[in-house]
């Protein structure tokens, strides 16, 4: 690699290290909110975990989409589901975000950051579709798991993500798995019970 591209791969670099800073509605299970690089890197490994289950399909193009399917938010943060409004552009804007951020690359990885990207965003690809529902589970699962406020709503994970999560029998059998934990979590919610993990 020439000495313009690494200069170029570093200045993205820290760029990306932005979404370490970026904070989303989950927290963990010790009360902190969650970073979007957390939530990243749990999904890979999630990916990691199941990665038998995912017959004939592109493992590492899998790996990538996760990789970078939130990337764009280093810019301008995390839009939480229960907010967001489609008419208010939030694909069109992290698309922009990610432009920007990838600016610095080659444009050949430029070109295959955002294609992958692309493929994510419009579930165009069995592996994007994948990384479609295990995002949605893994939101779930530390929605589930962390220590939450006492007005954590529930009852809008039982509805979330259900598109992407319906599309694979090993998916379809974690959702009710963690649906189960959701309605228990809300009902002791209700109840004014204090967090008790998960």
Request: some cysteine; aromatic content about 8%.
């Amino acid at each position: 690699m020439d000495s313009e591209k690494i200069e170029g791969a570093l200045a993205f670099l820290k760029e990306a290290e932005k979404l370490k800073d970026v904070l989303r509605t989950a927290y963990t299970s010790s009360g902190q909110r969650e970073s979007t690089a957390a939530h990243t890197w749990r999904l890979c490994l999630m990916a990691m975990v199941f990665e038998e289950e995912f017959a004939d399909i592109d493992f590492a193009k899998l790996l990538k989409i996760c990789v970078l399917h939130d990337l764009g938010e280093a810019i301008n943060g995390d839009i939480p589901a229960i907010e967001q409004d489609p008419a208010k552009g939030k694909s069109a804007q992290e698309r922009e975000d990610l432009q920007t951020l990838l600016a610095p690359l080659d444009a050949k990885l430029q070109v295959q950051f955002l294609a992958l990207w692309d493929e994510y965003e419009n579930a165009s690809s069995p592996e994007a579709r994948l990384v479609k529902g295990l995002d949605k589970l893994e939101t779930l699962l530390q929605h589930n798991q962390g220590d939450n406020p006492a007005d954590f709503n529930y009852a809008f994970n039982l509805s979330y993500g259900q598109k992407y999560t319906s599309t694979h029998p090993l998916f379809i059998e974690i959702r009710q798995r963690l649906d189960e934990e959701t309605r228990h979590k809300a009902l002791l919610s209700e109840q004014g019970h204090p967090h008790t993990g998960a």
